[in-house]
């Protein structure tokens, strides 16, 4: 299985489009065949109208047909999984084993969607009967739940080519919901996007869904993205990216004439709190823990802890100083992209310069895409009075704030930025006085952890990956990860006084369906 340079528009291929461009090769420092062109206006209106003409019939597919389709296009990954490894290694530099476990983790988090479809729980069907005789107004049937918004669009992201790209949660959410989706596929893995765009098209087809179900895009530059999130067709948008990419996509949104919510995953710090009595406990383990988080995949991820919050003592410098030193020996690897890597290396220069910043670990970087761990500390008045000091370097760099005594550490988590995660570690007999502080990250972050590590994101039905600004676009009101994904692809309707025959399916008197529904206030699954 290879790429030929094509977007996949419906069942059908782009036209000759405009500018191409090439995918790179980041560890060889050579560009990859074939070239991609750029898809043209009249492609992108094709791609909408097909998504447009599939959108009623998808609203309306039985959750059980919407899970075979996601199950189908699981086990086609699985299928292929050493053809898209390879690919996906050549365009990103990222280790087998690693590309690996993420097509497991895309393939399992299809099913999980389609578990979710299947069952119907997520559509949150309410039943209020009518009371003709209520005194003095009769009381009308009421009937709601959420229902498909239509077509949407996904753009790839650069860090994860499987889990958050094309089959990736936003897509699989959005199918899962009962959505047609367009992905803008993204420039760093071109070739991996095609090759995972086509085997979604053999499941469309083997599923005998329409063929405007799904349409994958290729661009070189920003106008197909502009264009797909101002198209009057477009119901809502999932990105994964930079927090400038993010607001530049959520302000387009917010200008149309009709505007449509934009779930964005942007910027996080992702701060480590550790108390003295954690150090006391478990110091080394914690070394061990921190460094491994801090540099997996590069720091690229984007639960990257970005921000270790410490009070100074004795036993803290020494904690930082075997961290230190554990940073120093750890090889320079490969950035996803020349565009990354040329930020990190702009982005940490920059913070160098900041006043009251002390630089404690700097590797030299030889390869054109390498990088290797750059720390940095200051003390908390520092930070307090900075914020460029609370924004994310994405990449192997984070820094140490030290805080004189408890207060202080308390002060810099009320001056903390919407993050993914907050992370407190304590020892056993002091967890009960820090609540105070696990409120205030709480307040801070969409996902609280109590001596663990952010990175390693597990997808389940209760998991929240989102949270403030600017850490999303919609403040936290969301997830991209999770079966409550499927919420940001649906909308809340509700039929007053229908005919049982009239209604949908889910809120039929006979519950054909078998959902579990809240009739009259209290939840069954069975007939009214």
């Not at 704030?401 to 202080?408: L, P, Y």
Request: with cysteine; charged share 20%; proline share 6%.
């Amino acid at each position: 299985m290879k790429p030929d340079g094509s977007s996949l528009i419906g069942f059908g291929s782009g036209g000759p489009g405009g500018a191409s461009f090439k995918a790179f090769d980041p560890a060889m420092d050579i560009f990859i065949e074939p070239s991609f062109p750029t898809v043209d206006a009249s492609d992108v209106e094709r791609a909408v109208q097909l998504a447009v003409a599939a959108a009623p019939a998808w609203a309306k597919l039985a959750g059980a047909q919407r899970g075979k389709f996601l199950r189908c296009i699981a086990e086609n990954l699985e299928s292929k999984i050493d053809d898209l490894v390879a690919r996906a290694g050549q365009e990103t530099g990222l280790p087998a084993a690693r590309l690996q476990g993420e097509v497991a983790r895309t393939a399992g988090q299809l099913r999980l969607y389609a578990e979710a479809a299947e069952r119907g729980d997520w559509l949150d069907a309410r039943i209020e009967t009518a009371q003709p005789e209520r005194t003095p107004l009769p009381k009308p049937d009421h009937r709601s739940m959420l229902r498909a918004i239509g077509p949407v669009v996904v753009f790839g992201s650069s860090n994860f080519p499987f889990a958050y790209s094309v089959a990736g949660g936003d897509t699989a959410s959005a199918f899962a919901a009962g959505c047609p989706v367009i992905v803008k596929a993204h420039p760093a893995h071109p070739g991996t996007s095609e090759m995972v765009g086509r085997l979604i098209l053999h499941a469309v087809r083997d599923c005998g869904l329409p063929e405007g179900t799904f349409s994958l895009l290729f661009d070189a530059g920003f106008e197909v993205g502009q264009t797909l999130v101002q198209h009057p067709a477009i119901r809502a948008v999932g990105f994964t990216g930079s927090l400038r990419g993010g607001r530049a996509l959520t302000d387009l949104a917010a200008a149309r004439p009709e505007p449509i919510p934009v779930y964005a995953e942007m910027g996080s710090v992702n701060p480590v709190f550790i108390t003295a009595g954690a150090l006391a406990e478990r110091a080394a383990a914690l070394v061990d823990g921190l460094h491994a988080s801090a540099t997996v995949g590069v720091g690229q991820f984007c639960t990257n802890p970005g921000l270790v919050v410490l009070e100074r003592s004795s036993a803290a410098e020494n904690f930082v100083a075997r961290l230190t030193e554990k940073l120093r020996t750890t090889p320079e690897a490969t950035l996803l992209t020349v565009g990354m890597h040329k930020a990190f290396v702009g982005n940490t220069e920059r913070r160098a310069r900041q006043p009251g910043v002390k630089m404690l670990v700097q590797a030299p970087m030889s390869a054109a895409c390498g990088a290797a761990p750059v720390w940095f500390e200051t003390e908390a008045k520092h930070f307090l009075g900075n914020h460029a000091l609370s924004e994310e370097i994405f990449g192997p760099s984070s820094l140490v704030v030290w805080c004189e005594n408890r207060a202080e550490m308390f002060a810099v988590a009320q001056r903390l930025e919407g993050s993914l995660t907050a992370t407190l570690h304590a020892a056993a007999g002091e967890r009960t006085a820090q609540r105070d502080l696990l409120d205030v990250l709480a307040e801070r972050a969409g996902r609280v952890i109590l001596n663990g590590f952010p990175t390693g994101l597990e997808v389940s039905h209760a998991i929240v990956h989102g949270g403030p600004y600017p850490s999303t676009s919609d403040g936290g009101r969301s997830t991209s990860v999770g079966t409550r994904a499927l919420h940001r692809w649906a909308r809340l309707i509700c039929y007053q006084n229908f005919a049982d025959e009239l209604l949908p399916p889910e809120l039929q008197n006979t519950n054909p369906l078998g959902l579990r529904r809240l009739v009259n206030g209290e939840w069954s699954s069975g007939r009214i």
